[in-house]
Structures are given as structure tokens and as C-alpha cells.
């Protein structure tokens, strides 16, 4: 019989909590790592190959990877380029392999691995995302990215998104705290996406460092319908 139940894990700090082999994992990291991969494979990248530390990043480098990586917003000073989805043009990535490590988003992917599946969610694969994941007939987790363990408003606003979708059009059931908590946000935050993530303590940090400027494109539904998957350790096209 078929679990189309569904969870929402608000942070990586309680994942453990959530976990569940047999489940579909959905990661979510809207500003920005989940938008900018998304944005990479819509751009005819080959692979991605999440990577924890600094360390892990300065390794992938100097076996000759394309690296993309930073933390707390800043290009790392041996990479390539860094994480805004801007970064990942047709000319950069178009069919090759780029090893990615951010603040937050990449480190879940690796925590998730030992689930069914891992997938990587954003508003700019929203509706493909949706309808697959109401095809497999299966529990889903959507896992917020969140910045350093904390909760965040902006990974929570697309997590009620993809749950309302799930549950109206998709017969999935949740008894979930958290699930209800998202519905709820986004229900206030919908008609004026952006307007809402004014609030985000993300959105401010971005703002700070000059690297706001792909906000309205990470809120931007529906540009690739491209699922990339984490296989073996590496993101492909599903």
C-alpha cells in the first residue's frame, strides 16, 4: 500500500528526528544553492558533486574540477566562481562536471543520502518537482536547508508551497506540526512572495553583501522542469 504521507524538517539540526530511509528526501535551499543548481542543470551542466568542508572544496579544485563554493556569501578564494545562480551560465557549466560547496544547502544533500531518495526542490523546478513526487507514491520529507541550523523563513514559504500543491492535487495526508506550520505561512506570504521574504534574516544578509540581486529570480516559478537527483554521491538530471 502506498505511504503518501508527508514531513517538513525546518533544519538540518533535527533531521535525524525526520529521517526515514524509505522516504523521499526534498532538499530546499531557495537563497541559494538549491535555485542555483536547478539554474545549472537548466543550463546544460553535466554533474554536481556536493562538498562539505573548505577543505573538501580546495581538494575537488586541485584534482581540476570547475569549483563553485563559498561561505556565509563570499567566493572562496580558490574557487572558480561562486553561489549565485547568475554564476552558472550556459558558457560556464554546459556540459561539464562542477563540484559545489556552500554555507548550508550542500552539506544536507550529503546528510540525506541515506534516504530512498534525494532531490533537490526550488520554485524554479516547482511543478515538474510536484508531479513526480505525487507520481512515486511515496513519503516525501521536505528538508529546510536553513542557514547554520536555524530555521528560515524563505525555505519554509517554499516548503508550505510544494506541501499545498502535495496535498490538494496529489492525495498525500500529513499529521506533522511542521507541515501545518508551513501551510500556514505560505498562505499569508503567497500573494506577495517577495514582499514576505523582506523579513527574511537571509534576504538581509544578502542585501548587506551586495548579492540580493537574484532574489526575485529565486521566487521565479517554473523555469526548468529538470529534477536533478543525487546519485553516488552526485547530482544528475533525473
Partial sequence: MANKSLEICFSPAIFEAHADKEAIVVVVDILRAT??????????????????????????????????AERDGFVLDFADFGNSPFNFTSEKVRGRTVAYSTTNGTGMMKMAAVSHDVVIGSYLNFTSLCNWLIKQDRKVLIVCSGWKQRFSLEDTLCAGAIAEKLINEGGFTSVCDSVHASLD???????????????????????DKGLDDCIPYCHTFDITDIIPVLRNGRLTAL
Avoid: H
Avoid at 553535466?46 to 570547475?66: C, F, T
Avoid at 505561512?185 to 542585501?207: C, F, N, P, T
Fill in 35 to 68: 535555485s542555483s543548481i536547478c539554474t545549472a542543470f537548466a543550463n546544460g551542466v553535466s554533474e554536481i558533486i556536493p562538498v562539505n568542508s573548505v577543505n573538501d572544496a580546495r581538494e575537488m579544485k586541485n584534482k581540476g574540477y570547475l569549483l563553485a
Fill in 185 to 207: 505561512l505560505w498562505k499569508v506570504a503567497k500573494s506577495d512572495i517577495l514582499g514576505y521574504v523582506e523579513k527574511a534574516a537571509q534576504r538581509s544578509r544578502l542585501r
